[in-house]
């Protein structure tokens, strides 16, 4: 079992910056792959980050180049570093956790709202 608390969201104008942070606990999850989804509404969830146990990343076109993932496996706590924001990234984003066989753990989201 994973548990995964997501903090950091709020209101914020277009070209600004955000750090959104998801604090893990459970097993193994120095292990795990981890990342943010996010989900505006009327959309389905989309994919924004990922990150690896060893520190690999991956990142949806929409988030290269503005967004940086990374996680400190001592605190168990993955981050988005979110840069020149823009209205279309207003969505709720979500934390995951991979876990072993399939699906993910989920966070309880933290809303982001980019005004113009």
């Known amino acids: 079992q994973v548990q995964l608390v997501e903090s950091g969201g709020g209101l914020v104008q277009a070209g600004g910056s955000l750090r959104l942070s998801c604090a893990a606990s459970?097993?193994?999850?120095?292990?795990?792959?981890m990342g943010w989804y996010r989900q505006a509404p009327g959309k389905q969830r989309e994919l924004v980050a990922t990150i690896t146990s060893d520190g690999s990343t991956n990142y949806a076109d929409s988030a290269k180049g503005r967004f940086t993932i990374s996680r400190d496996n001592a605190k168990n706590t993955v981050y988005l570093q979110m840069n020149s924001l823009k209205p279309e990234d207003t969505a709720v984003y979500y934390c995951?956790?991979?876990?072993?066989?399939?699906?993910?753990?989920w966070g309880q989201g933290t809303q982001v709202t980019v005004s113009s």
């Open positions: 459970g097993t193994m999850v120095s292990s795990r792959v």
């Open positions: 995951y956790a991979q876990r072993w066989v399939n699906g993910y753990y």
